[in-house]
């Protein structure tokens, strides 16, 4: 299956800068063993959508993203918060961990999706995507670990500048949202895309 509109944006953005960050060693590649990585997928649920077309009523699910720090790999790329595991850390425990030192919120994971591997040039990661929900008596979030923060629907997230990695988990998140959690690879679209 080919790429989405939306990966290949990313994953050529992703290419110039990393030629223009990384030096280019034939001798250097990716760390065989995968980072572990937990990821923040934090949903909340906007009005209801006008009715489908089969008559049912939907709503339109927006995510926390986050943007990188300049003194980071791919600095001002927008991604999903989330970090390392620490040693002997749970993906849910990392993802409350790094949610409170990011953006300063108190999260629940609601459940866990299967793991999403990628490669860049620097490193292997193995990405864990913790859905979650702020709590009630959570602050709201602020920049703290990161550059900016916004609320976005998955229809209008900033494919020029996410993180390649980070699509294919939108992808994944928007089958888990559906419903289908078969593990197929789901195509993911942007506005830009469909026209």
Not at 107 to 125: D, F, G, K, M, N
Request: hydrophobic share 35%.
């Amino acid at each position: 299956m080919g790429q989405s509109q939306p990966q290949k944006v990313a994953n050529n953005r992703h290419k110039s800068l990393t030629d223009k960050y990384l030096k280019k060693s034939s001798a250097a590649s990716p760390p065989p063993v995968p980072v572990e990585v937990a990821i923040v997928a934090l949903c909340v649920d906007s009005p209801p959508t006008p009715p489908h077309p089969k008559g049912q009523s939907g709503f339109t699910p927006h995510i926390l993203i986050t943007k990188r720090l300049t003194n980071t790999f791919y600095p001002g790329y927008w991604e999903l918060p989330g970090g390392k595991l620490e040693p002997n850390e749970t993906p849910a425990q990392a993802a409350r961990r790094e949610a409170r030192e990011e953006l300063g919120i108190e999260i629940e994971t609601l459940s866990v999706l299967p793991p999403i591997e990628h490669t860049y040039e620097h490193a292997r990661v193995r990405l864990h995507t913790c859905v979650a929900r702020m709590l009630a008596d959570s602050p709201p979030p602020r920049n703290i670990q990161v550059a900016d923060h916004r609320w976005c629907s998955l229809d209008q997230l900033p494919w020029e500048s996410f993180l390649p990695a980070n699509v294919r988990v939108i992808s994944a998140l928007r089958r888990h949202l559906a419903g289908d959690d078969n593990g197929a690879e789901e195509s993911v679209t942007s506005p830009k895309a469909a026209q």
